[in-house]
């Protein structure tokens, strides 16, 4: 079909790639690519010639015919205006890219003249990580690394614009997975694309760190560390804690560790996503733990010498965070804090100023510590300087009070019995729920923290009651666990007969009391 009497009609031009991969903007060539994708015509020699294309320009557009007859196929009916509207299938983008015959960065830099189309083709990205994302993998992929490529080479307005777009694929993934949604990890698929562009890629995630960490800082230091205890690893959702480890991949550990202590350095900062990003990088890197000390030693120096008291509260908070990750990583908090402050001549508290300063500093947070804190403060006190025993004696004197306090309030208290193990059984039960596999951090501590898993946690989540007809996330975790030995089958079958006979005197008790309440009618 001669092309001057079909009904195509551009309204722009195209960049498409010659041999030497100069644009080429001559709309006859477009008009050619559009029968091509349109109408499905056979590609002819005589009008590769007549259009003056070169040898690669025509490798690469009977590719495309091969290609376009699987698009039409499933429905993509492309007209060539279509290239500048909101509704452009990424599919079509990608092959057309890929393909060298549309410049990417052209398609770009013609949608940076209309915000509006720029944000929709960010949305139509950022969705496309949710919406039939297995199928779209190597899409997303190519086009991902089309935008790195463009960052690594320009610095120009089409680059911002692949930087925003970028951010919002980035920040748009975050928010979803955060409120339960499961999706394809954008950070894994350029990780995984074969053309990985791993300068821009460092840069993208640098800044995507950066974004997590400043998100939303509502909570102030002193409240982290009574949250903190919820905030552990094991905790974390799958998809969060995938993420933040991905983000970390291209990095070496001490430049991660740098980004950190530069986010550490902001007015406002999300303690829960920053904590938790200390707990990834003791789990992603090898060297971690070293160089986590080495950082926390450094701050508890800094900030003793010159009183800054929040980059004191820090290095309390870090340490604490990675004690709680398991001993294989990291040393538990009563050790820690009894090999940094326990002998004077290595303490970083061993000059009086110094003392006054630590032991204010913990007095300030008595108000906001757990149980288990006190009680290690107190059976592994700080050394004490020359003429600062009275300092102590306060130190020992406010923290048995408090002590003393949390005793009385738990044995009087009809919450009591919400103890740490009854809280890591509700968010254990709770994260199976939502994702049906076991967290990571359960089977962890059934491997690193034995004496933990089978002296207190196995004991309460096998602790017998009435089981729902049709089962529920607590039961099916349990048959899960015994499909992986991690429950024995004599510690099941006990289970399994005490909720029988807890349920039968459960049931007989009702039945009697009802027989009470017919007497009195």
Known sequence: MPLENSEISFSVTLALRNSLGADIYISEKLD???????????????????????????????????????LLKNGFHVNASDILK????????????????????????????????LAAFSRTMADGFFEDFYEKKLVLGQILCEMLLILEVFDDVVASNCKLILDTICR???????????????????LQHPVIVKKSLKRLFR???????????????????????????????????????SLMIPFESEEILC???????????????????????????????????????????????????????TA??????????????????????????????????????????LVDTLLSLIQHESLPTLKIHVSNPPAVPPGMEYKLSEFLKR????????????????????????????????SYEKTEKIPNTLIEASIFRINYYQGSFLPALLSPRIIPDNGDARERLIDVLKSISKISPSQYSAYKDACKKYASEFARGLFEEEDEEDLFM
């Open 32 to 70: 050619l690519l559009q029968e091509i994708i349109i109408l499905n015509v056979n590609c002819d020699e005589n009008y590769m010639k007549k259009y003056e294309l070169a040898h690669k320009s025509r490798a690469a557009l009977r590719l495309w015919l091969l290609d376009s007859k699987v």
């Open 86 to 117: 909101d509704e452009v299938p990424l599919e079509l983008i990608a092959k057309l890219t890929e393909s060298r015959i549309m410049s990417f960065y052209s398609y770009i830099d013609r949608l940076s003249g209309n915000a509006e189309k």
């Open 172 to 190: 748009k993934w975050w928010t979803k997975i955060t409120s339960g949604e499961v999706g394809l990890n954008p950070c894994l698929v350029m």
């Open 207 to 245: 800044r995507i760190i950066k974004y997590l960490l400043t998100l939303t800082p509502d909570i102030k230091i002193v409240n982290a560390f009574v949250e903190q205890s919820s905030w552990n690893f094991f905790y974390v959702q799958p998809l969060v804690a995938e993420t933040l480890i």
């Open 259 to 313: 980004v950190l202590n530069e986010i550490l350095e902001a007015q406002e900062i999300n303690w829960r996503n920053v904590l938790v990003s200390f707990s990834a990088f003791l789990l992603r890197f090898s060297n971690s733990s070293s160089l986590l000390k080495e950082q926390i030693s450094k701050w508890l120096v800094d900030s003793l010498q010159e009183s800054k008291e929040d980059w004191l509260l």
């Open 316 to 357: 309390f908070l870090v340490a604490r965070q990675a004690g709680g990750e398991g001993q294989h990583l990291f040393p538990s908090y009563q050790r820690w804090f009894s090999e940094t402050f326990g002998d004077l001549s290595t303490s970083p508290a061993s000059s009086g100023r110094k003392f006054v300063f």
């Open 399 to 430: 923290h048995k009070e408090r002590i003393n306090f949390l005793d009385e309030a738990f044995d009087t208290t009809p919450f009591s019995k919400q103890s740490k193990v009854d809280v890591d059984i509700k968010l254990a039960v709770e």
